[in-house]
Structures are given as C-alpha cells and as structure tokens.
C-alpha cells in the first residue's frame, strides 16, 4: 500500500510547479497555489451569476395566478393553476433540451463563454416575459429563456476549478445557496413589485407602461440585474485547460480532489484504463437519479405554495396577496442565507454530504404534513407558523441539493464535468418541467 501511494504522488510531485504558458486553466492554478485564504472574490462572483439565472425561474409564481386570469384563457377559477403550470413547465422543459448540449460547448470552449451567454439570454428573454400579452407568447419567451440559459451545469463545474480543495465544498455551497435564495427572493420580488398600479398609484399611473404590463416591472428589475451581471462576467477567468499533452499534464489539482475521496488502488486502475462511459459511472449516475427525483418535489412545492397561498379560502388557499406571499419568502431568503454560509459548511465536514441529505430528506417528509393543518389556523398564529415551515422547508432542500452537487462534482474529472452537469441539468429539468404541470393541476 505504502509503494502504491509513493508510486501514486510521483507524477504529481514531479508535475507539481509545471504549467503551461498560454492555459487558463494553468494560469488559475498558479493563482490558486499563492492565494491560500478565503476566496472573496469568488464567492462572490460565483454567488452573484446564479442568483441572476436563478431569480427569473421562480419569480412569476406569485402573480402567475393572476397573469393567466388577466389573458381570460382559462374557462373556470379552478383551471387556472392547470394553465400556470403550462407556463411553469416551459422553461424547464426548453432547457431539459440544451443542457447536455451546452455542457459539452463548456467541456469544449470554456465555462465562460456558456456562463455570458446564459446571463446575456436572461436579460432578453426575462423582459420580453413581462411584456407577454398572450398565454403563448408567455410560454414561448419562458421557452427560449430555458433553452438558451445553460449556465448552472459550467458554473457548478467551475465552483470546484476555481477554489483550492479546501474551499470546494464552501464554492459548491455557493451555488447551491443562491440557487436556493433566487428561488426565494425571486418570488418575493415578483410579489412586491406585481401590479404596481394597484399597490403604488402615487409612483405608477394606470395608463403609464407599468399600468398596461402589470407584470412588467419585476421582470425588468431581475433583467437590469442580469445586464450588469453580464458586464462583469467579462472579467471572469477561464478554469478550462487547453493544451494536449495528456500525458504530461499539470491538471493536479483535479486528480488530488478524486483521490481525497478514493483508495489508491482505484486511483492506479482509473489511470490504467479507459475513461468509461458517463452514463456506467454509478457513484454519478446514482447522485443524479436522487438529484432528479428530488428536483421535481422542490418545483413542484415552489408552484404550490404560491398558488396554495393566492387562491381563496373557498378553494383550501390562504387568500393571500401577492405582496403577503413576498414577506413570507423574503423573510425564509435571508434565513437561508444565514445557514449555508455559516452552518452547512460545519454539518457537512462532520457528517459528510450522504448523511446530511439523507437527514433532510427523512424531516422533509412530517414537515409537508403539516401544511393542511397550518391552513386551518388564522391570524398571528397563522403567519408564525407558515414563516417557520417555509424556512425550514428551505433549509432542508438546500441541504440536499448542495449535498447533490459535491457527489455529482467529485464522481469526474474535470475534462467530464461539464458534460456530467449538463446529463444532471438535462434530467433535473425534464423532472421540473413535470413538477410545476403535474403540481397546478393537482
């Protein structure tokens, strides 16, 4: 064993300080081998990319209700959260039909480009959905803003490049915590800043373009967002390694992740053979099938609890207004926050990710079964209660999505790991496209 491992850390010694002039991916290494503290900068720019993809995802399921109503296609009240999930399932459903193909572009000419492309078709796509005067232009915008957004398989990719070992579960955390908070504050923007006509007469006129396009103005706000974000992302610095010398390469940072994780003798039979296929790697294929299944309850608990908390008493709702929806999830956001950046980064290193999602899987299950019974309740007694099940809710799904990523992430190496995101954000998607369709109707 112990010759195995000297044999093992040879090459990486004598490749160790051995980097290609014009890499990228190179030039990150060399960054990553001087820089050993906190990585700010990172975070941060990780953190700000996908809360621009993530916010327009969810951001209509508050005043999706009303939209629809307003375009009079539905018949009866009743048919109205069937129609919703149509324009849900849209945008999943258009980008269950790229990921693979944009993972591959990302393999192939970097994360960056994918990443600028995917906030750039934000910025387009985002606005023209709020100016929808119809229910199928309204799908046809959620669509292409599906098909062309192909940015959270590379940006998970890149969250592990871009950090030194240390700091990968942290990067990873990131993308999962605003995933997470864009799917929280989206719909908290589009409930504030709804029908602003209605809410703000003092600020917005009914004949003005917001009184016309009553949905316009949170789709602008997160767009304007997505603009500067794709300024920014200009300055981005490619993780991908271009350069042929596969036999000799200073790729060992990648290696050293796969075998934290491995036992030597695994490592020196991966070396041996082949690349096997993505689709037979099952410590892959197994995080992506859960990562699916789960996918498709956390979209389809998103859809329902707006449309659960608009719809009337009469129908087993809340009644309550959009902006009364934007509180509660405002308010489960900034909790959100507070945990992935303090305490999941803890339970993880102590209980590894397995266990920590299979934790929140187990309370998920009591917790959604309280719901009914918290609809019976009324005032102060009410919103307490419905403020603490969905933060906790939240906390858990996040859990187990971070938890998702770190599996997928380590299960590759980096030359698979955008293709490998892009199976997980084609499965992901076909799941969520049924959640919002199969969650209105129900």
Same mark, same amino acid.
Not at 324 to 329: A, P, S
Not at 354 to 360: H, N, P, T, W
């Given at each position: 064993?112990?010759?195995?491992? /000297?044999?093992l ?9 051995? =980097?290609?002039?014009n ?12 820089k ?9 720019? +990780?953190? %700000? ?16 209700y009303?939209? %629809?109503k307003?375009?009079?296609?539905a018949?009866?009240? /009743? ?6 999930? &149509?324009?849900?399932? @849209? ?11 944009? *993972?591959?572009?990302?393999?192939r ?6 990443i +600028? ?6 910025? %387009? ?27 959270l398989?590379?940006?998970?990719? &890149? ?5 030194? #070992? #240390? ?20 719909? !908290?923007?589009? *409930? ?15 004949? @003005? ?5 009553? =949905? ?7 767009s ?13 610095p ?9 036999d ?13 994780? !491995?036992?030597?003798? #695994?490592?020196?039979?991966? /070396? !041996? ?17 859960? =990562? ?10 998103? #859809? ?7 719809s ?9 207004s ?12 900034f ?5 992935q ?12 990710p ?7 899987g ?8 309280? =719901?009914? &019974? ?24 996040v ?23 892009? %199976?997980?954000?084609?499965?992901? @998607? ?9 969650? *209105?109707?129900?």
């Open positions: 064993m112990a010759a195995g491992e /000297e044999k850390r040879e090459p990486f010694l004598k490749n160790e300080k051995r =980097y290609y002039e890499c990228p991916g190179c030039k990150v290494d060399q960054l990553k081998d001087t050993s503290g906190l990585p700010i900068t990172e975070l941060f720019s +990780i953190w %700000i990319i996908v809360l621009c993809t993530a916010l327009p995802i969810s951001s209509l399921f508050p005043f999706l009303f939209m %629809i307003d375009f009079q296609i018949k009866r009240e /009743e048919d109205i959260g069937s129609y919703a999930g &149509y324009v849900g399932s @849209s945008f999943m459903f258009g980008r269950a039909l790229t990921s693979v193909f944009w *993972g591959l572009v990302a393999d000419y970097g994360r960056k480009p994918v +600028i492309m995917g906030t750039a078709s934000v910025v %387009i796509f985002n606005t023209l959905f709020g100016l929808s005067v119809n229910f199928w232009m309204a799908v046809l915008t959620r669509f292409l803003l599906g098909s062309l957004n192909g940015l398989g590379p940006i998970k990719a &890149y969250a592990c490049e871009i950090f030194r #070992e #240390e700091h990968q579960a942290l990067g990873l955390s990131t993308v999962s915590t605003a995933w997470g908070i864009g799917l929280i504050i989206g719909p !908290a923007l589009g *409930g504030f800043l709804a029908q602003p006509a209605e809410k703000y007469p003092n600020l917005f006129s009914s004949e @003005s373009l917001f009184g016309k396009f009553p =949905y316009f103005l949170p789709c602008l706000c997160i304007l967002f997505a603009f500067g974000v794709t300024i920014a992302a200009f300055w981005l490619e993780t991908l390694h271009r350069h042929n010398d596969d000799d390469s200073c790729d060992v940072s990648y290696d050293a992740l796969e075998s934290a994780s !491995a036992e030597v003798k #695994e490592e020196e039979g991966r /070396e !041996a053979t082949p690349k096997k296929s993505l689709l037979k790697n099952w410590p892959l294929m197994s995080s992506i099938i859960v =990562y699916c299944v789960f996918s498709l309850h956390d979209m389809a608990y998103s #859809e329902i609890f707006s449309l659960w908390a608009n009337p008493k009469k129908l087993g709702g809340l009644n309550y959009t902006q009364m929806v934007g509180e509660v999830l405002a308010i489960t956001g909790s959100l926050l507070v945990f950046l303090s305490l999941y980064p803890f339970l993880e290193r102590i209980l590894g397995i266990m920590v999602a299979r934790i929140a187990v309370l998920t299950i009591p917790l959604l079964t309280s =719901y009914p &019974y918290i609809a019976m309740l009324s005032g102060f007694g009410l919103a307490f209660l419905l403020n603490c099940a969905s933060v906790v809710k939240n906390l858990l799904s859990s187990i999505i971070t938890g998702l990523f770190i599996l997928q992430n380590r299960a590759v190496d980096q030359d698979q790991r955008g293709a490998a995101n892009g %199976i997980a954000m084609t499965g992901m @998607s076909l799941f969520k496209a049924a959640g919002p369709a199969g969650g *209105g109707a129900l």
